[in-house]
């Protein structure tokens, strides 16, 4: 009776059939669209395949990496209590959030020939350090990255109820019991789509490999779009290597659902969880130092640009305020438009998958689809979608605004859909066992359970908005500015310290943002 | 999300008051030179004392970028005037057929080449260069060779060709002195590049940084800091093999619906108006010298022994076998 499946209801089916819609439209429909306009020219050449290879290479090592440093850093974070630590969770949102130019700087600053790190090695009469090349492009990749595989990983570790651990303990289960037992299986069903989503961000990202990437031995496919479409005007070439990204996009999102086997915990009281295992000293101390040394790498180049900037953020100028609110209007209406769309795609999801599983699947993976997406391409598409009929340049806000929404949907869907399964999973059935209305079932079990998700996956997009050169550069008239197009326009008027001011002060609008959604949801469980 | 909407539906209401009183002149151009920080504010004031019209500078993308707007757009566009190509560009643009003969009265230009182009009219132009910093680095290379033989610890930060033009101008300036033998010459450089960046300022933010010890910019971004930041610590190093131009364009569009104000407005850009403002404001040489002369500053500047261009037909045609050879040096 419980398993019976239920009719889809129309709203569900419409709401998101329409989130879907929306990201096909803006992935593949912008190639299509820049397909249209093609003139066919050439063919890729050996420059392009070896564009091909690295960057498939690059990125694998990159989120391999960041995955397993993650995974222990999530440990330590899941199992230790300090103070400060819920400030550390929110600070990891930092990096990852960082546009691409700012983090460039902050990393150079300490692993740069000048940096910090070389200068304690030139104490001890070391040679300086030499970042660049393939080096770079990953250390820079495991830097974004980091932070994001330790918050997802997290998330799945606070998912274990508190009963699992009382019980482990009652069972006079040892610390590595309790890794087989109950961390496992958490893992197994979170790292594939961590690993998954750092792989296709590390597949897109442009401007990082490109400057510490040390020449055209470390050339991605996104460099080789943009020469396409901004260079050559080679718009067929560029629409083909757009649909490689799709492809590496989806076979690699195929294989990481198909390794992934979903969670089953029981579902407990939602108290915090408490943890009776891992207090050996040995294990206490190799947590402590852990930490100390993640944090040291991820925070000492934030501070540096803080150490730049500061000086500057007193004396910025006045263009610079008019688009800081440009900036947090786009972000927090793109932070509730990616958010409402990931909803509505994970109920359409779970609910397909109970009789239609492989057409959920499906969907699944176009969830996926706009972080293979190039930002050049869905530019030029919605340009040549848009051009006929309207001015783009009066829509730029609010066409950047659905642009960055539709990019953070792969990260919002991510966080939501799996917590989503869970309680519609165990509360679906009591729910209708006991007559629920799907709304009060919705209110009263559901919801108390996805804010924690929704509020990180809220922050994370706001985050991401703000700090997105995107498309707006695009579209945007010269009296219309983000915060990041400022800093960018500034630092090509030789005004670098200026430009270090307002990198300063997106980081900060970025983190308050991300703060201000994160709280909603917070870390520990408080779920009553 | 409201506000937003009421500003863009107020946008819309302002620029349509607007375009009943005047006629609207549209100039695509760069985003540095409608900055703020750029000519853009200065050039617009200007010259809207004297047209009664209403200038709407846009920045519309760099260099290529900007050609490959038009493209996209192509006769649909709204633009009069593309301000911003350069002579490795004019070639591929004036293929598209986008562009139309300007026709302004005689100006004597003070471009150091000979100029002929009847489309594309230049409003500024400067050398490519080393940049480095007096205090770090004491003895500058001399010339490309004399680069190559310098310390290995000698490193230098260059644009990649492929999305920035003074990267493509550096592939053009090698292959313009050394032809045959670029490709050697690239590969001696090879071990002194630091790093290709995709444009610019991240290259110029690199070099500020202390990365590197010299970056690929221009013989006149020591102005910038003499004049601006009255710093003289940064020179650009003369180079014996002669300094590489970049000559910067504008063309009125065929497709424009103010033909004679986008005429006018191409005279006015080689009046001493609009060429005074280019110097401390853009850091590049006029096209035409204003009548005062040049900042004080400017004076201390190197001047190149010899001015290398190609022809912008012959730009179009080595520019791919150029990209080549980069390509085979440095991914060695």
């Given amino acids: 009776m419980a398993d019976r499946a239920q009719p889809l209801s129309l709203t569900r089916v419409f709401a998101g059939g329409g989130a879907l819609a929306l990201l096909l439209l803006l992935t593949l429909g912008t190639v299509l669209a820049v397909w249209s306009k093609a003139t066919f020219q050439q063919g890729l050449g050996p420059a392009d395949w070896a564009a091909i290879r690295f960057t498939i290479l690059q990125a694998l090592v990159s989120a391999a990496i960041s ?15 300090f103070p400060g630590r819920q400030l550390l969770v929110s600070l990891l949102g930092a990096p990852f959030i960082l546009p691409g130019i700012v983090a460039v700087l902050g990393i150079i600053a300490v692993w740069g020939r000048t940096g910090y790190v070389s200068a304690v090695f030139g104490a001890f009469g070391g040679e300086p350090l030499n970042i660049y090349g393939y080096s770079g492009v990953v250390l820079a990749h495991v830097f974004f990255n980091l932070p994001l595989a330790t918050r997802l990983i997290l998330q799945g570790w606070l998912a274990i109820p508190l009963e699992h651990f009382r019980l482990a303990a009652q069972l006079g289960m040892r610390t590595g019991d309790v890794s087989r037992q109950l961390e496992w299986p958490m893992l197994r069903a979170v790292v594939p789509g961590a690993f998954l ?16 990437g040390g020449g055209p031995r470390a050339t991605t496919v996104e460099l080789a779009i943009y020469q396409a479409l901004r260079f050559d005007f080679d718009l067929s070439k560029a629409a083909v290597l757009a649909m490689i990204q799709f492809g590496l996009c989806t076979v690699t999102a195929i294989a990481t659902l198909w390794i992934a086997t979903p969670q089953s915990f029981a579902i407990g009281m939602g108290r915090p969880p408490r943890r009776w295992d891992g207090r050996e000293h040995a294990l206490v101390v190799q947590d402590q130092i852990l930490l100390l040394l993640v944090a040291l790498f991820l925070f000492t180049p934030l501070i540096s640009i803080i150490i730049k900037g500061a000086p500057n953020l007193l004396s910025l100028p006045s263009q610079v305020w008019p688009s800081l609110v440009n900036s947090v209007l786009i972000a927090i209406a793109s932070a509730l438009l990616a958010t409402t769309l990931s909803l509505a795609l994970s109920a359409l999801i779970i609910g397909l998958s109970r009789r239609r599983k492989r057409t959920s699947q499906f969907m699944e993976i176009i969830g996926f689809l706009s972080l293979a997406a190039s930002p050049f391409v869905i530019g030029t598409g919605l340009f040549i979608f848009l051009n006929p009929y309207v001015d783009p340049f009066v829509w730029a806000l609010p066409i950047t605004m659905v642009v960055n929404a539709v990019m953070s949907l792969p990260f919002a869907l991510r966080i939501i859909l799996p917590e989503m399964q869970r309680t519609e999973h ?28 929704v509020g990180f996956a809220a922050g994370l997009s706001a985050a991401l908005s703000m700090g997105d050169l995107g498309v707006i550069a695009l579209f945007a008239p010269p009296d219309l500015a983000t915060l990041p197009l400022t800093m960018y326009r500034l630092m090509a008027a030789y005004q670098t310290g200026a430009a270090g001011g307002v990198a300063l002060l997106l980081v900060a609008a970025s983190l308050a943002l991300f703060w201000a959604f994160d709280r909603g949801g917070r870390l520990d469980h408080h779920i009553r | 999300m409201k506000n937003l909407l009421l500003a863009t539906g107020l946008t819309i209401l302002a620029s349509a008051g607007l375009a009943q009183e005047k006629p609207v002149l549209t100039v695509y151009t760069y985003d540095s030179f409608v900055s703020d920080w750029g000519p853009g504010p200065a050039v617009e004031k200007a010259f809207e004392q004297t047209c009664n019209c209403d200038l709407n500078l846009v920045g519309a993308g760099d260099g290529a970028a900007l ?10 566009s709204e633009a009069d005037i593309v301000l911003g190509l350069d002579t490795n560009l004019t070639e591929r643009a004036r293929a598209t057929g986008l562009f139309a003969p300007y026709s302004i009265g005689a ?7 000979e100029w002929t182009d009847d489309i594309f009219l230049p409003y500024d132009w400067g050398y490519f260069a080393f940049v480095y910093d007096k205090t770090r680095l004491t003895d500058a290379p001399t010339s490309f060779t004399s680069l190559i033989d310098a310390p290995k610890n000698l490193k230098i930060v260059i644009q990649d060709p492929r999305s920035s033009t003074p ?19 690239w590969t001696g450089l090879s071990p002194h590049i630091l790093t290709v960046t995709k444009g610019w300022s991240e290259a110029y933010g690199m070099f500020l940084e202390g990365e590197a010890d010299m970056v690929l910019s221009y013989t006149t971004s020591p102005a910038y800091h003499l004049i601006a930041e009255e710093d003289d ?8 093999e002669g300094h590489y131009m970049q000559i910067e364009v504008a063309a009125k569009t065929a497709s424009s619906d103010q033909p004679e104000l986008a005429d006018q407005f191409l005279s006015f850009m080689t009046s001493s108006a609009f060429q005074s403002i280019i110097p401390t404001t853009n850091w590049m040489y006029p096209a035409v010298f204003p009548l005062e002369g040049l900042p004080k500053g400017f004076e201390t500047l190197i001047t190149p022994t010899d001015s290398l261009i190609v022809s912008a037909k012959d730009a179009e045609k080595i520019k791919d076998e150029a990209l080549q050879e980069w390509l085979t040096a440095l991914s060695r």
């Fill in chain 1, 67 to 81: 995955v397993a440093i993650g995974i222990p850093t999530a440990r330590a974070l899941a199992r230790r209590r």
């Fill in chain 1, 197 to 212: 989503l750092i792989f296709l961000l590390c597949i897109t990202s442009f401007a990082v490999a490109l400057a510490l």
């Fill in chain 1, 426 to 453: 165990f509360y679906g059935r009591l729910g209708s066992s006991l007559g629920m209305q799907r709304w009060t079932l919705f209110r009263l079990a559901i919801w108390p359970r996805l804010k924690r998700p």
């Fill in chain 2, 67 to 76: 050609l490959s707007r038009m493209q996209l757009e192509g006769a649909r």
């Fill in chain 2, 107 to 113: 100006v004597s230009l003070d471009v150091p080449v």
């Fill in chain 2, 167 to 185: 990267g493509l101008g550096l592939l053009l300036w090698i292959k313009t002195a050394y032809g045959d033998e670029a490709e050697s010459i």
């Fill in chain 2, 233 to 240: 610590s940064k020179a650009a190093a003369s180079f014996d």
